[in-house]
C-alpha cells in the first residue's frame, strides 16, 4: 500500500515505514544465516569456511545492481512525492529493461571469472577451493533473479510501501530454511547454494506480480512498457556513484577476505561467523538509512527541506537508541551467538573477540549512514560514494600494514574497521551541513 511522507509527524512516518524493512531484512540476514549454521552444522567448519570466503565475491556480483537500483528509487520517491504519474512509469519500465537485462550479463561475469576470482584474487585455500567455487558457480544462477527483485522493491518502497517487501521476504526465508534442511543432506554445499537460488527466484516472481497487478501507479497498457533513454541517462547519473560506492565496499570486501584466507581455516571460519552476526546488528542502521532516504526522496519532490531536517534529527535518535540495545546484547551474550556456529574453540574466541572489538563504533556507523540517508535521497549520491570508498580504502590499508605486527594478526582485520568509519562519517557529514544537498533535486 503507498504511502505519502509529505504530511504527518515526521518520525512516526518514517519509523513506521522502517520496522517493516527491518522485519524483511532480519529475514533476508536469517537465510543468508540459515546457510552458515545448516552448513557448519551439517557439513563441517571446511564448508562453512567456503561459504563465507564467497560472499565478498558475490557481493561485488550486485553491487552495479544496488547502485542502479537505487538510482532508479531516488527517482522513483520525488516523481511520487511530485505526483507526477507519467513520469513515474516511464521511470519503472526503463528500470526493468536495465537492471534485469544486467542481471543476465552479471550472471554470465560470474560463473566464467569464478575461477580467477576465487583462485587467483582470494587465494583460497586448497581444502576449501573446489566447494567455494561449486557454491559461487550456483549461487550466480540466481543474480538475475536478485536484480529483479532489487528493482521492484526499490519501486515499493518509493511510494511508501516497505510492508508488502516484508511479506515476500518471509516467505522467501521459510522457503530457503526448509529447503537448506533438505538440500544440504543430498549435496552438502552445492544443496545450500540451490535453495538459495530457487528462494531468490520465488521472491523476485512474486514481488513481480505484486507490483504489476495490484500497485496502481506500475499497471501499464502494452504500448507503454518500453525503454526510455533520457530516464536511462538520469538514473545513470544517480546510480553509477552509488554503483562506484558498492563496488568498493566489494572490493575491500574481496581485498579483506584475502587477508582473513591468510591466517588459515580457523580464523576464515571465525571471520564468516561474526560477519554474519554483525550484519545483523547492521540491519537496523541500514533501514533507518533507508527508510530516511525514501522520506527524503518523497519531500524532496514535494520541496519540503524542513520536514527533512526534523526527519533527519529524529531518526538520528532513533537509530542511536536501537544502537545502544545492539551493543548490549553483542557484549553479554556474544559469546552464546559464536556458540551456534558448530565451530572449534580457536575460531569461536576469535569470532568472541571480532564483535565485543567493534561493537560500541555501531553508534559512528549509524551517523554515517543516517546523513548518508538524506545524500542519497535528496539526488546528491557523490559524496556517500567518497565516504563509503575512503572508510573502505583506510580499512584494507590499515589492516594490511598492522598485520604483520606480531600481536596484532588477525586483529588487524577489526581493528582497522573503526579507522575507516571515523573518516567516512566526518566526510558526509560536513557535506550535509553545507546544505548543498537542498539544490539536488530531479524534479523542479
Known amino acids: 500500500m503507498a504511502k505519502n511522507m509529505t504530511e504527518g509527524k515526521e518520525w512516526k512516518l518514517i519509523l513506521s515505514f522502517t520496522l517493516p524493512l527491518i522485519g524483511g531484512n532480519l529475514l533476508q540476514q536469517i537465510y543468508s544465516l540459515a546457510d552458515s549454521l545448516i552448513v557448519g552444522n551439517f557439513a563441517g567448519q571446511n564448508a562453512l569456511a567456503a561459504v563465507g570466503t564467497s560472499f565478498p565475491l558475490t557481493f ?4 552495479i545492481a544496488m547502485g542502479l537500483t537505487n538510482g532508479v528509487g531516488v527517482m522513483a520517491a520525488q516523481y511520487f512525492g511530485a505526483k507526477n504519474a507519467e513520469n513515474f512509469r516511464r521511470n519503472l519500465s526503463t528500470a526493468c529493461f536495465t537492471l534485469i537485462g544486467a542481471g543476465v550479463l552479471i550472471t554470465i561475469l560470474g560463473i566464467v571469472l569464478s575461477r580467477p576470482l576465487m583462485v587467483g584474487l582470494l587465494r583460497v585455500s586448497d581444502t576449501i577451493e ?12 540466481g543474480l538475475v533473479f536478485q536484480f ?3 528493482t521492484f522493491a526499490a519501486i515499493l518502497r518509493s511510494i511508501g510501501d516497505s510492508r508488502s517487501t516484508m511479506y515476500f521476504l518471509l516467505i522467501s526465508t521459510v522457503l530457503n530454511i526448509v529447503l537448506d534442511l533438505i538440500f544440504v543432506q543430498l549435496w552438502a554445499v552445492a544443496g545450500v547454494a540451490i535453495a538459495t537460488v530457487i528462494a531468490q527466484a520465488v521472491s523476485a516472481v512474486i514481488a513481480g506480480i505484486y507490483l504489476f497487478t495490484r500497485v496502481e501507479l506500475a499497471k501499464f497498457h502494452r504500448e507503454d512498457f ?7 541517462t538520469t538514473s545513470l547519473r544517480l546510480g553509477i556513484p552509488t554503483s562506484v560506492q558498492q563496488c568498493s565496499v566489494g572490493l575491500g570486501m574481496v581485498l579483506m577476505q584475502r587477508l582473513i584466507n591468510s591466517f588459515g581455516v580457523d580464523t576464515t571460519a571465525a571471520i564468516t561467523a561474526a560477519m554474519k552476526l554483525e550484519s545483523f546488528c547492521n540491519v537496523p542502521i541500514m533501514m533507518f538509512y533507508m527508510g530516511l532516504s525514501n522520506f527524503t526522496g518523497q519531500n524532496m519532490g514535494a520541496g519540503k527541506i524542513d520536514r527533512i531536517r526534523r ?11 536501537t544502537c545502544l540495545g545492539i551493543i548490549l546484547i553483542l557484549v553479554l551474550g556474544g559469546s552464546v551467538l559464536v556458540g551456534l556456529f558448530g565451530m572449534n574453540e580457536a575460531a569461536t574466541a576469535i569470532a568472541v573477540e571480532y564483535l565485543r572489538t567493534v561493537a560500541f563504533f555501531f553508534l559512528l556507523f549509524a551517523v554515517m549512514y543516517v546523513t548518508n540517508g538524506v545524500l542519497q535521497g535528496s539526488g546528491d549520491v557523490l559524496f556517500p560514494t567518497l565516504g563509503s570508498f575512503t572508510s573502505l580504502a583506510v580499512r584494507v590499508i590499515v589492516a594490511n600494514l598492522i598485520a604483520p605486527i606480531g600481536f596484532v594478526g588477525y586483529r588487524s582485520i577489526f581493528w582497522s574497521i573503526p579507522v575507516g568509519w571515523v573518516l567516512g562519517t566526518i566526510i558526509v557529514f560536513i557535506r550535509y551541513l553545507s ?9 523542479k
Not at 526527519?311 to 537508541?321: D, H, R, S
Not at 546544505?435 to 524534479?443: E, F, M, Q
Request: overall charge positive; hydrophobic content about 50%; aromatic content about 18%.
Open 311 to 321: 526527519g533527519y534529527k529524529q531518526t538520528m535518535v532513533m537509530t542511536w537508541i
Open 60 to 63: 561485488l556480483l550486485l553491487a
Open 148 to 150: 529483479a527483485y532489487n
Open 226 to 232: 518500453r525503454f526510455h533513454r533520457d530516464m536511462f
Open 435 to 443: 546544505g548543498k544537498w537542498k539544490t539536488k533535486s530531479i524534479v
Open 130 to 141: 573446489a566447494d567455494a567455487l561449486l557454491y559461487l558457480r550456483i549461487y550466480c544462477l
